[in-house]
């Protein structure tokens, strides 16, 4: 694996007239090495280089931390969830269906009423 130094010394080569060809088998890579290498580098410097390595380096760190805040997430919804449900099975009431609080709020409208529905239809356009 060559450093982005030798990578972007291989790239002015070729940029200063050698040819593609003579470029690869100086430095032992295929052609198709070399225009990949040209695309991800071509135009950079060195410290160019440098830190679009530092950046996706830290871009997978914060892919990485995202992840596990999404599955700690999940997580934390699928024991609420069941926990919700044991509620309901030891006849607790609370949010569950049929239990003693299951009517909305005072002016809160109830689901299946229809009336969200009537003043959005009733909504000026």
Same mark, same amino acid.
């Given at each position: ?20 060809? +003579? #470029?690869?088998? $100086?430095? %032992? ?9 040209? @695309?991800?580098? !071509? =135009? ?33 919804? +699928? #024991?609420?969830? $069941?926990? %919700? ?9 609370? @949010?569950?269906? !049929? =239990? ?26």
């Amino acid at each position: 694996m060559f450093s982005e130094e030798q990578i972007i010394a291989m790239l002015k080569e070729q940029e200063a007239g050698m040819p593609t060809a +003579d #470029v690869c088998r $100086k430095h %032992g890579v295929s052609s198709a090495t070399l225009y990949k290498y040209k @695309a991800k580098y !071509g =135009g950079l410097e060195v410290s160019d280089a440098r830190r679009l390595r530092t950046l996706e380096e830290e871009n997978g760190k914060l892919k990485k931390l995202l992840a596990e805040a999404m599955l700690d997430n999940a997580i934390l919804k +699928d #024991v609420a969830a $069941k926990n %919700g449900s044991a509620r309901c099975e030891a006849g607790g009431g609370g @949010a569950c269906r !049929g =239990g003693p609080r299951s009517e909305p709020a005072p002016g809160v409208p109830g689901p299946g009423c229809g009336s969200v529905e009537r003043a959005l239809s009733q909504r000026p356009p």
